[in-house]
């Protein structure tokens, strides 16, 4: 079965610092990556995603990504952090291989930025 | 306006009640999921849409029916509702165009409480 870890599920930050929120998938086969984000009291918005080509994957807000095939890892990183980036942040994945075509969410993560 | 709709947004209910949760959405979109979302858990799926016709559950599907009444719209029901489907719900969609990304736009949840 598909699963999706993000290991931290808080990372505590202060403003204009950078930050990264780790994502670990397992899978042996082809996948697509994809990064959430959940502002308080909305639903999830996309951030970025990867597909194909390029591995460093550049989404909305100065947020990217670097997907690592050998690593099974899609790390979320920005250089620099502002208190509206304050929110929950989740990876998901689909596996290729499956007729099922919908995503697996990881648990998620809460970045709290701090003045 | 927003693409994807849900209504109610709040709900409170009481244990064996039935309850639906509706999705409407304008995106033009063939397919459609229900998720819910529980603290430290991410979204799980419950059941997704790829047209009309085409019903099927996901992880989580125990307790849960749907429709597709339209294109455009997507219910989920607690048949009998239970304290432990106390949850944030969320509809999402995407267009068969996107097939191969699975890039999936959400609705701004639904927040359940059953007593």
């Known amino acids: 079965a598909q699963s999706v870890t993000q290991l931290d599920s808080q990372v505590p930050v202060f403003e204009e610092a950078p930050v990264e929120l780790r994502c670990n998938y397992s899978?042996?086969?082809?996948?697509?990556l994809f990064w959430y984000v959940q502002y308080p009291n909305q639903g999830l918005q996309l951030l970025l995603k990867?597909?194909?080509?390029?591995?460093l994957v550049k989404g909305i807000n100065g947020f990217e990504a670097e997907f690592n095939k050998s690593q099974t890892s899609f790390h979320l990183r920005k250089p620099s952090v502002h208190i509206s980036d304050t929110a929950e942040y989740f990876c998901?994945?689909?596996?290729?291989?499956?007729?099922?075509?919908?995503?697996?969410f990881g648990s998620g993560t809460r970045l709290q930025v701090q003045p | 306006d927003a693409d994807v709709t849900q209504t109610p947004r709040n709900r409170i209910t009481k244990t064996g009640k039935r309850i639906m949760l509706e999705c409407s959405q304008t995106?033009?979109?063939?397919?459609m999921y229900w998720y819910r979302q529980d603290p430290g858990l991410g979204l799980r799926l419950i059941y997704y849409?790829?047209?009309?016709?085409?019903?099927n559950k996901g992880e989580i599907s125990d307790g849960y029916s749907v429709s597709r009444q339209a294109q455009a719209k997507f219910s989920l029901s607690l048949e009998s509702a239970i304290p432990n489907q106390t949850a944030l719900y969320f509809c999402?969609?995407?267009?068969?165009?996107?097939?191969?990304?699975?890039?999936?736009?959400f609705g701004p949840g639904t927040r359940l409480t059953v007593l």
């Open positions: 849409s790829f047209d009309v016709k085409d019903i």
């Open positions: 899978s042996s086969v082809s996948v697509y």
């Open positions: 998901a994945v689909n596996i290729l291989d499956t007729g099922r075509r919908a995503l697996t």
């Open positions: 995106k033009g979109h063939d397919r």
């Open positions: 990867y597909l194909s080509g390029s591995t």
């Open positions: 999402a969609t995407s267009g068969s165009w996107e097939w191969d990304t699975d890039t999936q736009y």
